[in-house]
């Protein structure tokens, strides 16, 4: 038995690990069950080197939530708010462009737009809010609204999702976001999220967009009520739909925060279940080029360890978070380039500044692309 392995049940992983053959359920099982999160993280660790070498990537993004009024009531949410709540809110067209505009520098290359499902905001006031920003700002990528968010405009306009999906990129969407997709596990969105599309209904606007030639990033939520098995699922179904269209970037694990939810008097994850989380997704999702360990979720410091679990990404900026934030996050709301930089480089990895695509970004004031 190799020295770095404890627990005799990931031998068989190992072996399929170094014979370059894919993992299976009963292989996610064993993963997931495992407290020996060492051997665990060593595995990952090796396939996300064959992968992107010593390179950590971050991006220099600012987050946009237009709005927190939302139909749908979702016990594991804290943003969400009825319109009649006093702390309900909606910007306007002009609030949107000023917010993306706050802190604003030449190094944004990303806007990350998501928000609740709004009862009256039309498919023509986001396209108008695409084409604002697109004109304001043309050299930052928008990454904007999640398969639900997709899902709800085109129910609202009476389009099909194909159909509301052509009408956002002809205003300026280039690529989606992850969020949403929670568990696709039926029986768990019963109780979390009873209000929003199925899980197959999210892979199926995922399919349609990446048809279309959107790329997008995909997630799962974890440590609320879910089973090991339903994880399993889950990733399954990601890599099944990967082996399909191949237009998943990045897969972003996310950990359950039940602070303000319905679900508060549940256990928050462990830096443990994070760690698992990340490794889990690297050996399993073989197909998805990168995995994200989002700094805003995980604190910092996780997120930077997890660069040595399987992690290569550990996501921007993000200037201004509020989905964390009400669910009592208590990690920072923004993280300044150059912090970023210190905890990547502290992991003994080599920083590298991507775009949304995870194309490096030069920076002609430096003559750099490399930003070490
Ligand atoms: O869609 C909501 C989740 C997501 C809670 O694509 C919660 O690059 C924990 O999707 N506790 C939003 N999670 C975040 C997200 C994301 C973040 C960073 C990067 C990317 C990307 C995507 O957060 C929601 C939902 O799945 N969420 N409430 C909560 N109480």
């Known amino acids: 038995m190799p020295v770095f392995i404890e627990d005799k049940a990931l031998l068989p992983v190992l072996r399929k690990l170094e014979r370059g053959e894919r993992l299976d359920g009963d292989d996610g099982l064993a993963l997931y069950r495992t407290r020996d999160l060492l051997a665990l993280g060593y595995m990952a660790n090796r396939v996300r080197e064959r992968l992107h070498g010593n390179v950590t990537?971050?991006?220099?993004?600012?987050h946009i939530n237009p709005t927190n009024v939302c139909v749908a009531s979702c016990r594991l949410c804290a943003f969400g708010r009825k319109a009649r709540d006093p702390r309900a809110y909606t910007m306007s067209l002009?609030?949107?462009?000023?917010?993306?505009?706050?802190?604003?520098?030449?190094?944004?290359?990303?806007?990350?737009?998501?928000?609740?499902?709004?009862?009256e905001l039309t498919l023509e006031w986001y396209c108008d809010m695409l084409r604002g920003l697109k004109e304001r700002f043309p050299q930052v990528h928008l990454k904007a609204l999640t398969m639900v968010e997709i899902a709800w405009l085109a129910r609202r306009s009476k389009l099909s999702v194909e159909q509301t999906l052509a009408?956002?990129?002809?205003?300026?969407?280039?690529?989606?976001?992850?969020?949403?997709?929670?568990?696709?596990?039926?029986?768990?969105?019963?109780?979390?999220?009873?209000h929003?599309?199925?899980?197959?209904?999210?892979?199926?606007?995922?399919?349609?967009?990446?048809?279309?030639?959107?790329?997008?990033?995909?997630?799962?939520?974890?440590?609320?009520?879910?089973?090991?098995?339903?994880?399993?699922?889950?990733?399954?179904?990601?890599?099944?739909?990967?082996?399909?269209t191949g237009g998943f970037v990045a897969f972003v694990p996310l950990a359950f925060h039940?602070?303000?939810?319905?679900?508060?008097?549940?256990?928050?994850?462990?830096?443990?279940?994070?760690?698992?989380?990340?490794?889990?997704?690297r050996l399993l999702?073989?197909?998805?080029?990168?995995?994200?360990?989002?700094?805003?979720?995980?604190?910092?410091?996780?997120?930077?360890?997890?660069?040595?679990?399987?992690?290569?990404?550990?996501d921007g900026t993000v200037v201004e978070e509020k989905i964390y934030h009400d669910a009592g996050a208590t990690t920072a709301q923004a993280m300044r380039r150059q912090e970023l930089l210190q905890?990547?480089?502290?992991?003994?990895r080599e920083p590298l500044e991507r775009d949304t695509l995870y194309r490096p970004v030069s920076r002609p004031e430096t003559g750099m692309t490399v930003l070490v």
């Open 258 to 281: 039940p602070a303000n939810t319905a679900l508060r008097a549940l256990a928050p994850p462990t830096g443990f279940d994070d760690l698992k989380a990340i490794a889990v997704a």
């Open 343 to 348: 905890l990547i480089r502290e992991a003994g």
């Open 167 to 194: 009408r956002l990129i002809e205003a300026g969407v280039d690529s989606l976001p992850g969020g949403g997709a929670e568990i696709f596990s039926e029986r768990v969105r019963r109780i979390l999220c009873d």
């Open 94 to 119: 002009e609030q949107v462009w000023q917010t993306a505009a706050e802190g604003w520098t030449e190094s944004v290359t990303e806007f990350h737009i998501v928000g609740g499902l709004h009862p």
């Open 196 to 244: 929003k599309i199925s899980g197959e209904e999210w892979l199926e606007v995922a399919r349609t967009a990446h048809r279309m030639g959107l790329r997008s990033n995909c997630t799962m939520l974890y440590g609320h009520i879910e089973t090991d098995q339903e994880r399993v699922d889950h990733l399954l179904r990601l890599r099944a739909l990967q082996d399909e």
């Open 57 to 62: 990537y971050f991006n220099v993004n600012r």
């Open 285 to 314: 999702l073989d197909n998805i080029p990168h995995i994200k360990a989002y700094w805003v979720m995980m604190t910092p410091r996780v997120a930077q360890v997890a660069q040595r679990f399987g992690a290569d990404d550990i």
